[in-house]
């Protein structure tokens, strides 16, 4: 497994702002992504976070409004972008191992007001 | 259609009850299988994973899958309140790496 960290754990934010997400692993990991949770709905895979290269997005999710950040094999960043409420929702790093197992931070609680 | 369907609970019983959780779908290229636990404030935790048909056994959970049926569970023997979180079914096609979601269940053991 891996021991993965995100910063912040909560925060609230004003309609417009933008907020970066960091998401730190305990070792090196080639595969990276990024989800959101939002209440009553499934956890969706926004994107895949890919070192030295742009991040690889889903349907429904643009880089103008998640740009990712991926320097190196243990670290990685979401920008939440001009922010509405409806970005309100728990975002969450996750990493992929050799095996392919995932294994998911802690999250991060976003409210837009 | 969702991809995945799960039942959102929430599913209350009492400790030491057998608890039955499941998923169908409808993509039939998912060959792995997972099973998260989510705790109130917490990330997913992964529990329990297969490839392809059959059962898995780890302690007192036990996943089973039945690919003809499209269809997964996961057991859990001898609950305890401890028991008490979310839990997710997660599916991945072969050579992909994204994960679909079930909404998940909710599960409350009570003493």
């Known amino acids: 497994s891996a021991v993965i960290s995100q910063k912040p754990s909560r925060d609230i934010c004003q309609r417009g702002t933008s907020l970066t997400i960091q998401c730190q692993v305990d070792?090196?990991?080639?595969?990276m992504f990024w989800y959101r949770q939002q209440p009553g709905q499934s956890l969706t895979l926004i994107a895949t976070?890919?070192?030295?290269?742009?991040?690889?997005?889903e349907s429904g999710f643009v880089i103008d409004k998640f740009p990712i950040s991926r320097p190196n094999l243990t670290f990685s960043t979401l920008t939440v972008s001009n922010m509405s409420p409806e970005d309100s929702s728990i975002y969450l790093c996750s990493v992929g191992l050799a095996d392919n197992e995932q294994f998911f931070g802690p999250g991060t609680r976003l409210t837009v007001l | 259609q969702k991809e995945v369907e799960q039942d959102p609970g929430p599913l209350s019983v009492p400790e030491g009850a057998i608890v039955s959780l499941n998923c169908t779908y409808s993509n039939s290229a998912f060959q792995y299988f997972m099973w998260y636990r989510q705790y109130s404030r917490k990330g997913p935790e992964l529990l329990m994973y297969t490839y392809s048909s059959g059962n898995k056994e780890d302690g007192r959970f036990t996943a089973q899958v039945d690919k003809s049926s499209k269809y997964i569970s996961l057991f859990i023997r001898d609950s305890q309140p401890s028991d008490s979180a979310t839990y997710l079914c997660a599916m991945k096609a072969g050579g992909g790496n994204k994960l679909t979601f079930g909404t998940g269940t909710q599960l409350k053991v009570e003493l």
């Open positions: 976070a890919n070192q030295g290269s742009e991040a690889t997005y």
């Open positions: 070792s090196q990991v080639t595969m």
